[in-house]
């Protein structure tokens, strides 16, 4: 089982719609989590962070994470062609010194 | 604030080669890590330091692979001899001091392509 799981897509929503991003991952005793933004042959640049179980929101962007699923999840409201990207679900564990594991990814495409 | 600054941004070398890589993390970060992107693998963990002291190297794929940092605002990693299958990008990212267990996240550099031939 990999540690951080995330469907690879891609996923392809119209613009204005809902896009809906999931991960799982398996260490319990995980306790920073985070969504990354990467476009096409650039670096991943953070976009939402979340710590307690619930919802977090900023701007466009909701993150939700529930642990005892452990389950995280990243919804952007009223997509932009300009939201086409691989998101990164990135998992900070209890265990091994705070490292953080980054899933494989999700392509998203919002079609104009 | 001038961010993470890799160098090069792009390295081509015949297998065999020695290959270093450079890294200058934000100023007052106090970790520095490194990862390796492929398609195939996605982003890997191979080091992170806190205060320029290796905290986890069980990510470093063999012996051929190093990684150094003297002070706080510079890292190398270097791979010797290099092979083909190293080719990818190499990412340095930094992270400011953790408070109560918890991170910020990280800040990416521009990564580091690297092809060897």
């Known amino acids: 089982q990999k540690e951080v799981e995330q469907n690879s897509g891609p996923l392809s929503v119209p613009e204005g719609a809902i896009a809906s991003l999931n991960c799982t991952y398996s260490d319990r005793g995980s306790q920073s989590f985070f969504w990354y933004r990467q476009y096409s042959g650039k670096s991943p640049e953070l976009i939402m962070s979340i710590y307690s179980n619930g919802d977090k929101e900023d701007g466009r962007f909701t993150a939700q994470l529930n642990k005892a699923s452990q389950y995280v999840s990243l919804l952007i409201r009223d997509s932009q062609p300009s939201d086409s990207a691989t998101y990164l679900c990135?998992?900070?564990?209890?265990?091994?010194?705070?490292?953080?594991?980054f899933g494989a990814g999700t392509r998203l495409f919002v079609k104009a | 604030d001038a961010g993470v600054i890799q160098s090069p941004r792009h390295e081509v070398t015949e297998m065999g080669q020695e290959v270093t890589l450079r890294c200058k993390p934000i100023?007052?970060?106090?970790?520095l890590f490194w990862y390796r992107q492929t398609m195939m693998r996605g982003l890997e963990l191979l080091i992170y330091f806190n205060n320029n002291v290796p905290i986890d190297d069980s990510g470093m794929p063999e012996d051929r692979f190093s990684a150094k940092m003297p002070n706080a605002s510079f890292s190398t990693l270097k791979i010797q001899p290099s092979e083909p299958r190293d080719s990818a990008v190499y990412f340095c990212?930094?992270?400011?001091?953790?408070?109560?267990?918890?991170?910020?996240?990280?800040?990416f550099g521009s990564g580091t392509r690297l092809t060897v031939v």
């Open positions: 990135a998992v900070q564990g209890h265990t091994g010194g705070f490292k953080t594991i």
């Open positions: 990212a930094s992270s400011p001091p953790r408070k109560s267990g918890t991170s910020d996240g990280y800040t």
């Open positions: 100023s007052g970060h106090d970790y």
